[in-house]
């Protein structure tokens, strides 16, 4: 697609219950970031794909957040057993490469998942 | 984590003026990378820098990088109301690392 596509945009949940959200990257984008934004804070990376594997998944907060991009392309974070402290904007971001080049490090995002767990 | 601190927090400036922001990080980097964002939703990218590079510029924007002190500025000459945004540097080193921001605010 034209550019990082998130859904949904807006998921109001209760505490405890199971969330999906959903990344799909720019065409032939290879690599796929998520981050996480609460109010008044800078994004704070969770995991980054290159391709279908996980290269560095050292930001997930816990066991309860899982993420998965099976064919390469759209990927999608799990989170179980949702807290209230989980609530805040999911980014994704994808770009070329996760490797060496100016262009294949900068990031094209898109535009959130706000999640509020109440 | 967050990779580092921006200075300041909060800008506010009128119509003309530039705008200066501070960025200091903390480990090496390959490259460091400034975002802006609007409305707390989505960044978009403004300008890289190389660790290798000391000064870039692209059209109003300007931006530092001092590897030797682990800091980089931006500076937005001649601001305009539409530059009211936060902007975030980012260091890149295998992944990319946010810092707090600097929310900026132009008044017309």
């Known amino acids: 697609g034209a550019g990082v596509s998130q859904t949904p945009s807006n998921k109001v949940t209760e505490k405890g219950k199971y969330v999906e959200l959903r990344c799909d990257p720019i065409s032939g984008h290879t690599a796929l970031y998520w981050y996480r934004q609460s109010l008044g804070q800078g994004p704070e990376f969770l995991i980054y794909f290159q391709g279908t594997g996980a290269a560095d998944d050292s930001g997930l907060p816990n066991d309860r957040f899982f993420a998965v991009r099976p064919e390469g392309s759209v990927s999608t974070l799990k989170i179980q057993r949702t807290e209230r402290g989980d609530s805040a904007v999911y980014l994704c971001a994808s770009s070329l490469s996760g490797g060496m080049g100016d262009r294949a490090n900068v990031l094209t995002f898109g535009a959130g998942s706000r999640l509020t767990v109440l | 984590s967050q990779q580092g601190e921006e200075d300041p927090q909060a800008l506010s400036i009128q119509e003309g003026e530039n705008a200066t922001m501070n960025c200091s990080y903390k480990t090496s980097i390959n490259n460091l990378q400034w975002y802006r964002q609007n409305s707390g939703r989505g960044l978009v990218h403004l300008i890289l820098?190389?660790?290798?590079?000391r000064e870039k510029h692209s059209g109003r924007l300007r931006v530092t990088l001092d590897t030797s002190k682990k800091s980089s500025s931006l500076l937005i000459t001649a601001s305009r109301a539409a530059d009211t945004a936060s902007y975030f540097c980012?260091?890149?080193?295998?992944?990319?690392?946010f810092g707090q921001g600097t929310i900026l605010t132009v008044h017309p």
């Open positions: 820098i190389r660790s290798n590079e």
């Open positions: 980012a260091t890149f080193l295998g992944k990319l690392t």
